[in-house]
Nanobody
Framework: QWRLVETGGGSVHPGGSLTLSCAGS????????VTWFRQAPGKEREGVAR????????LYAESVKGRFTISRDNAKNIVNLGMNNLKPEDTAVYYC?????????????????WGQGTQVSVSS
């Protein structure tokens, strides 16, 4: 069964950093675009960053540009999300998602495999 496993969540103070990792299990993640989504309590799910299969096409939400970096290591079947200068409004459950097709926008409707989510909490 195809699975995505996220790791790296945790609690930090404002201004802190975390790196989330998304690993593919039982399928070749390198063949897929990957999007990181997040959902805060009481809010709708939103796209954060997307990377295509070869890593050359990247999309960021305006709210994270300049602070978050998405990258992938296809040899290791992993996609990472580096998060710097974290703010309280970044607090959410973060999900990685794999999809073969992508557009110049976030496309939850095209997701084929979802991870289970990892909590990121930013507070003083």
């Amino acid at each position: 069964q195809w699975r995505l496993v996220e790791t790296g969540g945790g609690s930090v103070h404002p201004g802190g950093s975390l790196t989330l990792s998304c690993a593919g299990s039982d399928f070749t993640l390198a063949d897929y675009a990957v999007t990181w989504f997040r959902q805060a309590p009481g809010k709708e799910r939103e796209g954060v960053a997307r990377i295509n299969s070869n890593g050359r096409d990247i999309l960021y939400a305006e709210s994270v540009k300049g602070r978050f970096t998405i990258s992938r290591d296809n040899a290791k079947n992993i996609v990472n999300l580096g998060m710097n200068n974290l703010k309280p409004e970044d607090t959410a459950v973060y999900y990685c998602a794999a999809h073969q097709y992508y557009a110049n926008r976030f496309t939850p409707d095209l997701v084929q495999v979802w991870g289970q989510g990892t909590q990121v909490s930013v507070s003083s």
